[in-house]
């Protein structure tokens, strides 16, 4: 969902692109030195890996959400937020890095005893399925043989299933109460409710000016 660039001087500054393998091995060092420190603390039980699973599941949104998000930002509030929407891509493939670290946490929850009920691992199951589908089709190659208009589908169908897994984990959780529950769960929820709202947005947005246009 490409965007017409405006030809002003600083579109003009040749910006270095990251290495994504730098993303993402940055990524998943980061997440897996989380999950050791918490584990180190806790314990390698259900308490030490409940409290690293949160963790790393909060980690890997923040890596997720600009790649969700950016490109909406940047069509509601203008080329302040250019940069992430160009960076949507590396933000994305970070997120499916760490995300590694996270589902090794939830492997050894099964290994030790403690498996999650099968309603639970079937709906973020299939949030893992294609978190790794879009990190795969990400690939140029492989995203020609879909076309645009496919690419287009499996991006918006899949980021938005990952984000709807996002809110129903943050969203459940409690809002208020201890000040550790409110660190751990309002600020996620509070993105995880404002992202899918910028992207509806942008969409609206975008739709009106189509209509303005032909009109």
């Known amino acids: 969902m490409s965007q017409q660039e405006n030809h002003s001087p600083a579109n003009h ?12 091995s940055s990524a998943f060092c980061a997440a897996l030195g989380l999950a050791v420190l918490v584990l180190v603390a806790l314990g390698p039980g259900k308490q030490g890996t409940d409290a690293a699973l949160r963790v790393t599941a909060r980690f890997s949104f ?8 950016a490109g909406a ?4 509030f203008g080329p302040a937020f250019e940069p992430f929407k160009r960076r949507a891509r590396e933000f994305g493939l970070a997120f ?6 996270h589902i ?3 492997v050894w929850l099964i290994y030790i005893g403690d498996a ?15 978190t790794y589908l879009l ?7 492989l995203q020609h043989t879909l076309g645009s208009k496919g690419w ?10 990952i984000a709807y897994a996002f809110a129903v984990d943050f969203l459940k959780g409690p809002q208020f109460g201890s000040i550790e529950h409110l660190v751990g769960y309002l600020p996620f929820s509070v993105l995880s409710v404002v992202g899918p709202l910028l992207c509806l947005a942008a969409f609206v947005q975008r739709a009106a000016r189509l209509q303005k246009n032909s009109s």
């Open 152 to 161: 287009w589908f499996l991006r918006v169908v899949g980021l938005n299933y």
């Open 104 to 106: 090794a946490l939830v």
């Open 135 to 141: 990190a795969l089709f990400s690939i140029k190659r």
């Open 62 to 69: 923040m890596l997720f959400w600009p790649a969700y998000a």
């Open 96 to 101: 499916a890095s760490a995300h590694l670290v």
């Open 73 to 76: 930002m940047t069509a509601l």
């Open 116 to 130: 999650p009920g099968r309603s639970t691992f079937v709906f973020f199951g299939v949030a893992v399925l294609w």
């Open 13 to 24: 500054i040749s910006l270095p692109r990251p290495n994504a393998t730098v993303w993402v």
